[in-house]
C-alpha cells in the first residue's frame, strides 16, 4: 500500500513520512547489518530497498579490510557521547567508489554497534572520487583532521616513516607540494571532521 502523504499529515503520522522521502540515505542497523533503510539510502548505493534489508554493511565497502577497519573507528565516540560521524569511501553496486558524509546514533551505548542509525549524504557532486588505496585514504582522511604524521601513526598503528611515505605518495600522485593543495584537488572536506580519532 502507497504511503498517503495526505494520510500521515492529517494523523500526524509523519516519521513514516520523514523517513521515506528523507533527501539522505538512512538506515537502522544492528550488530552491523542492515535491517530497513529508506529509498534514499538504497538509490544511493544502487540496490533495492529489499535487497539491502537484512543484509550486511560488508557489501557497501570497497573491500573486505576497509570493512574490518572502519568497524572500531567510531565505537568509543558512539560508547561515550551517542553519536558519530565521519567521511569515507563507499562502494556502490556496479563498483563505483564515492566518498559519503557518515553520522550515526547508537541506542545501545554499552555495545554501541548492536542497535543504531545512521544516515549516509552523497558527496560525489562535491568530492569526486579519485583513486587511492586503503591507506592513502585514511592518511588523507586523518590529515583533514588536522592530525600530524606523528598522530596518524599512532592511530593507524604504522611508522612515522611510513606515514611520510603515503603522505608523500599523495602530493606525487595529485601533482601537489603541500596538504592543502592537496585537498584542493581532491576537493574540499568543508568540515573539522572527517575521520574519528576514536
Not at 500500500?1 to 528523507?22: G, K, V
Not at 548492536?114 to 585514504?137: C, G, H, I, K, N
Not at 611515505?165 to 571532521?193: E, M
Amino acid at each position: 500500500m502507497a504511503l498517503s502523504i495526505d494520510d500521515c499529515f492529517e494523523t500526524r503520522t509523519l516519521s513514516e513520512l520523514a523517513f521515506t522521502f528523507a533527501p539522505v540515505g538512512l538506515v537502522v542497523t544492528e550488530s552491523r547489518v542492515i535491517r530497513d533503510c529508506n529509498p534514499t539510502f538504497a538509490q544511493m548505493f544502487g540496490y533495492t530497498r529489499e535487497e539491502l534489508q537484512d543484509a550486511t554493511f560488508a557489501i557497501l565497502y570497497p573491500s573486505q579490510e576497509e570493512y574490518v577497519n572502519i568497524r572500531n573507528r567510531g565505537v568509543n565516540t558512539l560508547r561515550d557521547s551517542g553519536q558519530y560521524w565521519d567521511e569515507r569511501v563507499m562502494m556502490r553496486s556496479n563498483g563505483d567508489l564515492f566518498w559519503c558524509r557518515v553520522r550515526g546514533h547508537t541506542f545501545t551505548p554499552d555495545d554501541p554497534l548492536r542497535r543504531a542509525v545512521w544516515s549516509f549524504a552523497d558527496l560525489a557532486d562535491t568530492r569526486p572520487y579519485q583513486a587511492m588505496t586503503r591507506r592513502e585514504r585514511e592518511v588523507f582522511s586523518l590529515l583533514g583532521e588536522g592530525k600530524t604524521s606523528k598522530e596518524i601513526a599512532r592511530i593507524l598503528q604504522l611508522s612515522y616513516r611510513t606515514v611520510e611515505v603515503h603522505r608523500a605518495r599523495l602530493l606525487k600522485k595529485f601533482g601537489v607540494s603541500n596538504t592543502a593543495g592537496l585537498f584542493q584537488s581532491i576537493g574540499d572536506i568543508g568540515g573539522d571532521h572527517v575521520v574519528s580519532n576514536s
